[in-house]
């Protein structure tokens, strides 16, 4: 079957473990702790899970981007590779404003749609403030959606960034499209910072 054996054997405790041996145990900082939030109190987890998905598919953007960033900085040159840092940076951006724009529509009093739609769950979001926007608000709700569109143009369903072919069978990235990965990830996190700023104490008020 394969021309040549380069899996190892496989031990789940080298890999993963359901508990450490205290503070003290030296394999300790080979491990990362899946999620904090499980060892929260039932009470407080259902919306610090939620803020921890999105702080770390967020910081998890930023890493990779300044990686990528690295990887090519190369005096005198453009440096291109086999592989690509744009499909996971703009992978973990689409997946981030999601969750973020969800979150939002929650703190709305309101239970988000079933579907992964990035336009349609924006749509659904400021349909909950549409008496309530002052100029400098347009202004924002201006800038988010070009952000939103340009996002949901290479992937809108959270299925064109996943996979290299469609249902249908069509290639989903099969464009030219150079992308400033560290500037997607920077207005990633003011995307995120300005949902977290919305006055929820507005939802059910009129604008007169």
């Known amino acids: 079957m394969f021309k040549d054996y380069v899996f190892p054997k496989y031990e789940k405790r080298r890999v993963m473990r359901s508990q450490m041996e205290g503070f003290g145990d030296p394999a300790?900082?080979?491990?990362?702790?899946?999620?904090?939030?499980?060892?929260?109190?039932?009470?407080?987890?259902?919306?610090?899970?939620?803020?921890?998905?999105?702080?770390?598919?967020?910081?998890?953007?930023?890493?990779?981007?300044?990686?990528?960033?690295?990887?090519?900085?190369?005096?005198?040159?453009?440096?291109?590779?086999?592989?690509?840092?744009?499909?996971?940076v703009l992978f973990l951006t689409r997946h981030c404003m999601e969750l973020a724009i969800k979150r939002a529509i929650r703190k709305c009093g309101r239970e988000p749609k079933r579907d992964h739609s990035l336009s349609g769950l924006w749509?659904?979001?400021?349909?909950?403030?549409?008496?309530?926007?002052?100029?400098?608000?347009?202004?924002?709700?201006?800038?988010?959606?070009?952000?939103?569109?340009?996002?949901?143009?290479?992937?809108?369903?959270?299925?064109?960034?996943?996979y290299p072919r469609d249902k249908t069978g069509e290639l989903t990235q099969d464009r030219p499209l150079f992308v400033n990965n560290e500037e997607v990830v920077s207005h990633l996190e003011k995307f995120v910072n300005q949902l977290e700023l919305i006055d929820f104490d507005l939802i059910g008020k009129d604008d007169g």
């Open 28 to 88: 300790l900082k080979s491990f990362s702790l899946l999620d904090s939030s499980a060892l929260m109190k039932a009470e407080l987890k259902d919306g610090m899970f939620e803020d921890e998905f999105i702080s770390s598919f967020l910081n998890a953007a930023k890493v990779l981007a300044a990686a990528g960033r690295e990887a090519v900085d190369r005096p005198g040159m453009y440096v291109m590779y086999y592989h690509s840092y744009a499909i996971p």
């Open 123 to 162: 749509s659904s979001l400021l349909s909950e403030f549409s008496g309530q926007r002052g100029r400098e608000d347009r202004r924002v709700i201006k800038n988010m959606g070009a952000f939103v569109r340009s996002i949901a143009d290479i992937d809108d369903n959270g299925i064109s960034l996943r």
